[in-house]
Structures are given as structure tokens and as C-alpha cells.
């Protein structure tokens, strides 16, 4: 089902009234899985990030703001009634992908540019802090190369190639990164190409420049070729990064702010598996794009070569992930401790292999991972949001990471087997952690019609998932006004039978799961909406999770 236009929260569509004791009760219609905010809009203008503003607004006034609120995130404003995120104009539910469709990314079949040589440069790299140059290839088309790290060649661009992959695969919009080599003599200038002069001159670009930065920072493979990280030029006028608290003014679509977003709260459990530190505004971008006749933004998540170890490679820095980059609870607890205070990253193990660098699994704890800078979207990330980030991960298996790892091109299997390896242990790590930030139950719409009542076939998210699960379920199934009409007693399995007592002249039920773990702890509940149809069966018309 498609919405027209996005709603201030979705969920509130779906309810029907109700006194305050009850629980909620949801209308009997289909869920939206997609949103129409693709209305046409006037051209906006430009955002520009001011880098030093969001870095003195991080290192204090934002720490403080939001480590002192006394008020948690309120639930995700753009989920269905069964929790879902419907795809939009910020995510695309592309549902199970083949491992070959993550080896291509968001390019597809397109061969790339390494098919359509020589290349023309046609001026400097601008914005962002690595060096490269923009590139027409043979057809027109046009591309950002950026290169490596000195010092420390291929790390960073294959952590942007492979990481933009899984990104994508997760469901955001990603441009078409990818590696390419390149010969020296497949390279040509453009008479108008033009570059800065250090008194801030435009002067025209000379190849010597060129091919000095990348003798210093392209490796070559044994034929001599470059080694670069090509990124296409995405369709649309590019209009700045898209903030991480409130919403656009200029976009009449952009109605969620993107804090309450479940979409972008997810990005705390995706950034802490693939290790994205470097989440700030202008590593998003915003397109405004023209499609079937209207014109709207479209919003983006660009360079992804900061993720695995790429940002370790610039500053080699063992606290990254593990810290902000000023950090106020670091600076209180590094006060003199006379050896008692061991940080989690001191005395890490080096990494495997150079061509990975220092992207690792030992010691990562994905409830404590941390970007570089605290962000409103990380720091709203709820139970529930964090439980769907980790049912799209599981949608990714091994077969789908060594797929993307291809992208690396490292031609040396040993390093491709690392990276998968490495990627692998912090997915189990990041999937065990996030699905049991809730009660787990899944398959919540296998209903079956039994002697009166109906069974519902629940299952463990954790074993859907191939995990180790200690769970024991304890259920109670309650009308419509709350009342308990019947409740398990003897926790196990997330199956339930309810019985044609408990169904018998109503219309509306509420099953509610409690996990109950092995240390005798309990998860926040799942509860799943059920409704009488007009042909006398039940089916499933909501789930709210962690007290929606």
C-alpha cells in the first residue's frame, strides 16, 4: 500500500480511539510499505556545512545537550503498523538481494568507467578533506576519483567500495562507487580544467600536479596502472547534506524530523558494524531530482571511505570507534588512575593484514561503539529501532559480505578472506546485540484457524538468524480493554495457542510476548494486534514493540 504524502506519524493513522487504560487499537487496512514525498517542490537552495561551526558544536554544546535531557526519543514516526519503514525518498526496501546484485551495488550493470577510456579530467576534487580530481570518461559521464591515505594505499578505497555496497544492500540511496586501475596514458586534461594556486588563484591545471599527487597517494598495481575510488556523479542539482535533528524548511516533503526516523536511528546499528565514525552532514547529500514530471529531493548517503579501517588509515588512531573525538566522559574518567583504567581499545591486537589496516572485531562491544561525533540520530536510536536495524542485517549472510568484499579488488585472496572474516565477526556480534533489545518473536502473521480460537506460529528472531538463543516466552492474550484471558504457564517456545475460550465473542486480541533470558532477566515486550474478519478468521493488523 502507498501513502500520498508522508504523515507526522504513521502510527497515528491507524489507530482508533480508545479510553486511556486500553491498549491502542489499530483499524483494519493494509500497511504501508511505501510513501509518496516525491511532490513536486520549487527548486531550494544550497545548504552549506560550515565544518568548524559542527565541530565546536560537537565537542561541547551538543554532548552536553544530550547527555543532560531528561526526556528519551519518543518512538520512530515513520514505521507502518506492523514496524516496518516504508521505502521513500530516504529508504528502499530492495528487499532479499542475491550476493551478485551486492557485488554490483547501486550501479548495476553498468561496466563502470574502466570500459570507456581515456579519461578527461576535467578540474579538482572540491570539498571533503582527501585529494582527487573529477573525471569525464569516454561517453560523458562524469566521476569523483579520490585516492588513498599516504602511507597507507588501498585501505580507505576499498573500505568506500565495500562499504557503500553493504550501505546500499541495507536499503539507502548510495552513488556508484567503485575501484578502477588506470595507465597514465589513458589520462588527458581538459583544456579548461583549473586549479587553485596557493594564494587562492584559479590557474590552469597542469598535469605535473596531477600526477604528483597520485605518485603520492594512488598505489599502482605490477603493470603500473593507478589504483583510484571512482564515484559517479549522482542524477540531480546537489543541494547540501541533510541535517540529523528537525527537518528541511525548503522541502514541503520533509514533514519527520530526521531524529525521529527509524530509517536514520537505524544508522547506529549499521554505522557501528561497518564502523561509519565519520557521520557527519557532509557525508549526506540531498538531490533534487526530476522524475515522472515532478521535481523533489531525493537523500543520500556519500563516501563510505571513512568506514571499515579507512578512517583509522588517516589518523591511526586505536580510540576510533570506541570514542568521540572529544570526548567529556573521556576527559572526566582521564584523570590520573594510576594504572586501574584500561580503555576497551588499549593493547587491540594489530590488524591482519596492511591492505585491511586496523579494521578489527577484538574488542568491539556494539552497545558501546561510537562514532566521532555525537549526533541526535545515534543518540535516539530506541530498542525498537535498533531490533528492525538488526532483522535488515540478518537479510545479509556471509555469502552476500564476501560478495562485496570482491569489490575491494585487493588481488590478494588472503586479504579478501581477512576483511569477510573480520566483517563477519562483528555482523554476529551486532545481530546478537540488536535483536535482543526487544522481545524477538517474528512470523506474528502465521495464523492458523484451530478448534474455535487459532494458533499463531511465532518464531526467534535469533534462530531465524542461525544465533544461540536462551529465550523462554512468557504470553498473555488480552481483549480489547486489557484483560488478560489467558496466559501462558509454562514458558518455552513463541508459539501460541489461543483458545476458542479466550476468542469466543470478541473481535479483538492482544498477544503479548515477554522474552525471558538465561539469566533470568526479561526484554521489553512485543505485542502483535489481531482482528476478527467479516469470514470469521483472525489476522494480524499491528505490532508495537518496547511500549509503543
Known amino acids: 500500500m502507498t501513502a500520498r504524502r508522508l504523515l507526522p506519524g504513521l502510527l497515528a493513522a491507524v489507530f482508533l480511539s480508545g479510553c486511556a487504560s486500553a491498549p491502542p487499537r489499530f483499524a483494519d487496512a493494509p500497511a504501508i510499505t511505501r510513501i509518496d514525498d516525491t511532490a513536486d517542490m520549487p527548486e531550494p537552495a544550497e545548504h552549506e556545512f560550515y565544518r568548524l561551526s559542527h565541530h565546536l558544536d560537537n565537542f561541547g554544546p551538543r554532548q552536553m545537550r544530550l547527555r543532560l535531557d531528561p526526556v528519551p526519543a519518543g518512538p520512530a514516526r515513520d514505521v507502518n503498523r ?33 570500459a570507456f577510456r581515456p579519461w578527461k579530467i576535467t578540474g579538482m576534487k572540491s570539498g571533503g578533506r582527501n585529494p582527487g580530481f573529477v573525471i569525464e570518461d569516454a561517453r560523458g559521464v562524469r566521476y569523483i576519483c579520490k585516492l588513498d591515505k599516504a602511507g597507507t594505499p588501498v585501505v580507505a578505497t576499498a573500505a568506500g567500495a565495500v562499504a557503500a555496497r553493504l550501505f546500499w544492500g541495507l536499503g539507502y540511496h548510495a552513488p556508484d562507487d567503485r575501484i578502477v586501475f588506470v595507465a597514465p596514458d589513458e589520462i588527458v586534461i581538459s583544456d579548461d580544467a583549473k586549479d587553485t594556486s596557493p594564494t587562492g588563484e584559479k590557474v590552469p591545471l597542469r598535469w605535473e600536479t596531477v600526477q604528483a599527487m597520485l605518485d603520492r597517494y594512488a598505489a599502482r598495481d605490477a603493470a603500473g596502472r593507478y589504483r583510484l575510488l571512482t564515484s559517479r556523479f549522482l542524477p540531480g542539482r546537489p543541494v547540501g547534506g541533510w541535517s540529523y535533528r528537525g527537518t528541511r524548511n525548503d522541502d514541503p516533503n520533509d514533514t519527520i524530523p530526521h531524529q525521529d526516523r527509524r530509517s536514520l536511528r537505524a544508522l547506529r546499528v549499521f554505522g557501528a558494524w561497518l564502523n561509519h565514525v565519520d557521520l557527519k552532514v557532509d557525508n549526506s547529500l540531498d538531490l533534487y531530482t526530476e522524475e515522472n514530471g515532478r521535481r523533489f529531493l531525493r537523500h543520500y548517503l556519500v563516501d563510505f571511505d571513512g568506514c571499515l579501517g579507512g578512517y583509522k588509515a588517516a589518523r591511526h588512531e586505536p580510540r576510533i570507534g570506541f570514542a568521540y573525538d572529544v570526548d567529556l566522559k573521556e576527559v572526566v574518567t582521564g584523570l590520573p588512575t594510576f594504572g586501574f583504567l584500561v580503555r ?13 589496516g586496523g579494521f578489527g572485531s577484538e574488542g568491539y562491544d556494539p552497545a558501546k561503539w561510537k562514532a566521532n561525533y555525537l549526533n541526535d540520530i545515534l543518540f535516539a536510536c530506541r530498542p525498537a529501532d535498533a531490533y528492525w536495524a538488526g532483522r535488515r542485517m540478518t537479510r545479509l549472510g556471509p555469502e552476500h559480505v564476501r560478495a562485496a568484499v570482491t569489490a575491494a579488488r585487493y588481488g590478494d585472496p588472503a586479504a ?16 546478537d546485540w540488536a535483536l535482543r533489545q526487544v522481545t524477538p518473536v517474528e512470523s506474528l502473521d502465521r495464523i492458523a484457524p484451530e478448534a474455535g480460537g487459532f494458533r499463531v506460529d511465532a518464531t526467534d528472531a535469533l534462530v531465524d538468524a542461525h544465533r544461540p538463543s536462551d529465550l523462554r516466552y512468557r504470553i498473555e492474550v488480552r481483549d480489547e480493554d486489557g484483560k488478560i484471558v489467558k496466559e501462558s504457564t509454562d514458558p518455552g517456545a513463541p508459539g501460541i495457542d489461543v483458545p476458542a475460550s479466550a476468542a469466543e465473542g470478541r473481535g479483538y486480541l492482544v498477544v503479548r510476548w515477554t522474552a525471558e533470558t538465561g539469566d533470568g532477566g526479561a526484554l521489553p515486550r512485543t505485542d ?19 511500549g509503543e
Open 82 to 114: 506492523l514496524g516496518d519503514v516504508p521505502s521513500s525518498s530516504w529508504w528502499e526496501d530492495r528487499g532479499v538481494l542475491s550476493p551478485e546484485r551486492i557485488a554490483q551495488g547501486p550501479g548495476g550493470d553498468d561496466p563502470g568507467p574502466e
Open 344 to 356: 576497551p581499545y588499549e593493547d587491540l591486537p594489530r590488524g591482519k593484514s596492511p591492505l585491511v
Open 416 to 431: 579478501d578472506a581477512i576483511l569477510a572474516q573480520v566483517l563477519m565477526e562483528r555482523w554476529e556480534k551486532t545481530v
Open 528 to 546: 502483535a494486534h489481531y482482528l476478527r474478519a467479516a469470514d470469521g478468521d483472525w489476522k494480524l493488523v499491528g505490532v508495537l514493540r518496547d
